[in-house]
């Protein structure tokens, strides 16, 4: 095996590993892939690669293959770990997810202001913020009315991909909201083809429908973008707090938080 050959290994084995973790941050409540693929430095080619894979099919498709599949491992692995933990321990895990939130702020934050920082970022903050309290709202009321349909499993399979493009956002805690977070772990779990198909086609349909203007967006108006996605964030997190935390409660909180804070902070910047 030549050096090109070694390199050519060992970025493909690096790319799976980063692949794995935003996965692993799709299926995880608290976690956005968006913002991991921020702090493993491959955020901005991967969204490029995506965007340009009609016009350079190959070097794109060749960059995004070691994090698709990746990303599917870390999501059917992760989602046998986390379908026990949410039956028998709801509360606790989302109190360390939050912690998890809190943990990315700064991260974020340094990201938003990285061109400088201005007062109208608070702008489109405030605006998500109020939209996203009132959308957690609406569609917790329409996952307890309407239980697990094919239209829930498509908006369902939309979120899992918008919190893998935008950074900030949780698309597990919303999920859940939602009333369709276990029945999707079921399904990739237990390999419910009718579930997956609709969950592939929403995530597919929102991916072709937002990926351009996404990319735009964070492009164009960096800063404002990361605030508005902050703001959702916010949003995101009001809606799910589960009430007082025990002490265990208050522990995995901040174990959450200390964590996420130093792998963000340690993580290869763009």
């Given at each position: ?112 202001c990285e061109k400088g ?92 429908a937002s990926l351009h ?58």
């Amino acid at each position: 095996m030549n050096n090109n050959e070694k390199l050519e290994k060992q970025f493909f084995l690096k790319q799976l590993l980063f692949g794995f973790i935003i996965g692993v941050a799709a299926i995880m409540p608290g976690l956005s892939g968006g913002v991991l693929a921020i702090a493993l430095g491959v955020y901005a080619t991967a969204i490029d690669a995506v965007t340009k894979l009609r016009l350079e099919f190959k070097k794109s498709f060749m960059y995004l293959l070691p994090l698709g599949i990746g990303a599917v491992a870390g999501l059917l692995i992760f989602g046998f770990v986390m379908k026990p933990l949410l039956a028998n321990y709801m509360e606790s895990i989302i109190w360390l997810f939050s912690g998890m939130i809190i943990g990315s702020i700064p991260s974020l934050v340094r990201e938003a202001c990285e061109k400088g920082f201005r007062i109208m970022f608070f702008f489109p903050f405030l605006v998500a913020l109020a939209i996203g309290i009132f959308v957690s709202d609406a569609v917790s009321a329409s996952g307890e009315a309407l239980g697990g349909n094919p239209v829930l499993y498509c908006i369902g399979g939309g979120i899992l991909i918008l919190g893998m493009i935008i950074p900030g956002i949780s698309s597990s805690f919303i999920l859940i909201q939602m009333g369709v977070y276990d029945d999707i772990i079921r399904a990739f779990t237990e390999f419910d083809f009718e579930i997956i198909m609709w969950v592939v086609l929403g995530g597919a349909a929102v991916l072709l429908a937002s990926l351009h203007l996404i990319n735009l967006a964070f492009k164009k108006l960096h800063g404002y973008a990361y605030f508005a996605s902050m703001g959702f964030l916010a949003a995101t997190l009001i809606s799910v707090i589960p009430g007082i935390p025990g002490i265990v409660d208050v522990i995995l909180f901040l174990l959450g938080g200390l964590g996420v804070y130093m792998f963000m902070r340690n993580g290869k910047k763009e």
